[in-house]
């Protein structure tokens, strides 16, 4: 995993220069913390996100997260039989979407830091990687025991604490 992280974040050319400074300090991150994927690494750890659009993009699956009380998209931590951060994207949004053959893109889309008390019950951080994946036409969400709520929203307009993840949809995404 941490070899993976390495390259993903290594060979991904952001276009903003904000995403640029925070892919050098995620691989900062990486070179000093060989645990850096392991949630046991109390000063933070990389998880793995999906950005889950409808098959015409014109929807973003969201899920009520019930230990931060808010809409977020789907991921979480990166666990010790995942082959990569796209492949824990992966696992992590068909758990909690219940929706099979979903398609990602291998590399990033948006990186983000954030502050929270997860399952090890102390302060730290995620060194959030997010992903761009697509549902098959059709598909039909089923909320996991992860979610309090699990919901397609308008990609144009979703809930206000899950713009930036959206901002960085390229055009071609949409």
Request: net charge negative; charged share 20%; with cysteine.
């Amino acid at each position: 995993m941490h070899a993976d992280a390495v390259h993903t974040l290594s060979s991904w050319e952001p276009g903003d220069p904000g995403q640029r400074a925070l892919r050098e300090a995620f691989v900062g991150f990486l070179a000093a913390r060989p645990d850096a994927c392991a949630r046991s690494c109390v000063p933070g750890h990389l998880t793995a996100s999906a950005v889950v659009l409808s098959h015409d993009s014109s929807r973003v699956l969201l899920t009520l997260h019930p230990r931060v009380g808010r809409w977020l998209q789907l991921g979480g931590h990166c666990e010790e039989g995942d082959a990569g951060l796209a492949a824990a994207a992966l696992r992590e949004a068909t758990e909690e979407s219940g929706i099979a053959e979903l398609e990602i893109d291998p590399q990033p889309l948006h990186l983000d830091v954030h502050p929270i008390t997860c399952s090890l019950g102390v302060p730290t951080r995620h060194f959030d990687v997010q992903f761009l994946l697509r549902a098959p036409a059709n598909a039909t969400p089923v909320r996991s025991s992860e979610s309090v709520d699990l919901a397609w929203w308008p990609v144009h307009a979703p809930p206000p604490d899950v713009a930036s993840a959206l901002a960085s949809l390229r055009p071609g995404d949409q």
